[in-house]
């Protein structure tokens, strides 16, 4: 989670002229009225407390709070950095709700396994929920929310898991052999929500082309019949082949397909109201600026050729910082005619493959519970 491929994502944008696309702004972090109360409308007092007391005294840090650990270090300021981006993805989702923006991209965000009372995963707050708070209590009476992170959204799942107002759908990896070991076909959501978590957990190895096919299996057919008003999406990257934490084999070209997908999908069912996140990934220099430069670039209406150039000055940049070249181009060369190809689940599933076989048990699990027809299973 350093945050030098927040900057060299940021840098890339700029380099490729992003952030001077008409109608593109971009604002500083901010926080709902100035204040971190806003973090108690999904995590407990006794938890913000323990994060601002390990924020002041990292060596005081309570690891029974998740915090000063492997994966939640304590470092100074903590509570600070951690409650601007969480603020910064709410005062994103109250521009959306207020018809002040079109879509709104916060790559610092995503933070999606943070609990209400616990840090996990290298999430402090989970912004992405607190997004969803404020949208519901503000008149939002449906939002979906769709993960695309290698790992299960645990956090967002578990807060909303009884709300059937959220419907929450994450593609990850398997939990049986990844972090947090969650996220399985059956959890469908609590008694008063069934049908509000779905979850596709797909095996270790996992290509470009299966992976889209699991996703469109499943994604826009429920999207579609909940008919969200609002559009939240996680973009952690680290599904990508070069990611070291976990076993996924997406290029950035599959990657930046999805994004797509989930653009064109707020456009047609919400009316484009889409907040976008980042999340997980940790090729810090090849993958996450490269993603999350496409992500930002969707979101203006203006996605970049998978193969232009990456501009020589933000690779030069790259070389005297890291004394190793960056990526030549945007993409990872996996697409033709700036598309990767994918088999449609219409042309029919085979039960013995097992990207199929894991798409076939989260259809199975949740479609009826929304009244869908599973003919073509």
């Not at 064109?264 to 999350?292: F, M, N, S």
């Amino acid at each position: 989670m350093n945050p030098i491929r927040l900057d060299l994502t940021a840098r890339l944008c700029d380099a490729l002229g992003v952030f001077e696309t008409p109608g593109v702004e971009v604002v500083p972090p901010s926080m709902p009225g100035g204040s971190d109360e806003f973090l108690l409308w999904v995590h407990t007092p006794e938890y913000v407390d323990a994060v601002r007391a390990a924020s002041a005294d990292p060596e005081a840090a309570d690891s029974s709070y998740g915090l000063g650990t492997e994966d939640d270090p304590a470092f100074p300021g903590m509570h600070e950095a951690s409650a601007l981006i969480a603020g910064s993805t709410v005062e994103l989702a109250k521009a959306l709700w207020r018809d002040e923006i079109d879509h709104g991209v916060n790559f610092c965000g995503g933070l999606h396994h943070a609990m209400p009372g616990s840090a996990s995963g290298f999430c402090i707050y989970n912004d992405a929920a607190l997004g969803i708070q404020w949208l519901l209590d503000n008149g939002a009476e449906r939002v979906v929310y769709v993960d695309v992170d290698v790992h299960h959204g645990d956090g967002v799942e578990h807060i909303f898991w009884n709300d059937p107002r959220v419907l929450t759908i994450s593609i990850h990896e398997t939990g049986r052999v990844l972090f947090p070991g969650t996220g399985f076909p059956g959890d469908v959501g609590g008694p008063d929500a069934e049908g509000s978590a779905v979850n596709i957990a797909l095996p270790p190895g996992t290509r470009d082309g299966p992976w889209l096919r699991a996703l469109h299996a499943v994604v826009p057919v429920l999207v579609r019949e909940f008919k969200p008003q609002v559009l939240v999406t996680q973009q952690g990257c680290d599904s990508h082949y070069a990611d070291p934490l976990a076993h996924m084999a997406l290029s950035v070209d599959a990657q930046r397909t999805a994004y797509e997908m989930l653009h064109q999908l707020a456009h047609e069912v919400t009316g484009g109201k889409w907040l976008a996140l980042g999340g997980g990934g940790y090729e810090l220099i090849d993958v996450v600026p490269r993603a999350w430069t496409h992500l930002t670039a969707i979101a203006a209406h203006q996605p970049i050729d998978l193969e232009t150039d990456v501009p020589a000055v933000w690779r030069d940049h790259v070389q005297r910082t890291f004394n190793r070249p960056g990526p030549p181009r945007m993409g990872d060369g996996q697409a033709e005619n700036g598309q990767v190809w994918w088999r449609s689940w219409e042309s029919g599933a085979d039960p013995a493959n097992p990207v199929d076989s894991a798409v076939l048990a989260t259809r199975r699990a949740v479609f009826p519970l929304h009244g869908l027809d599973l003919w073509f299973d």
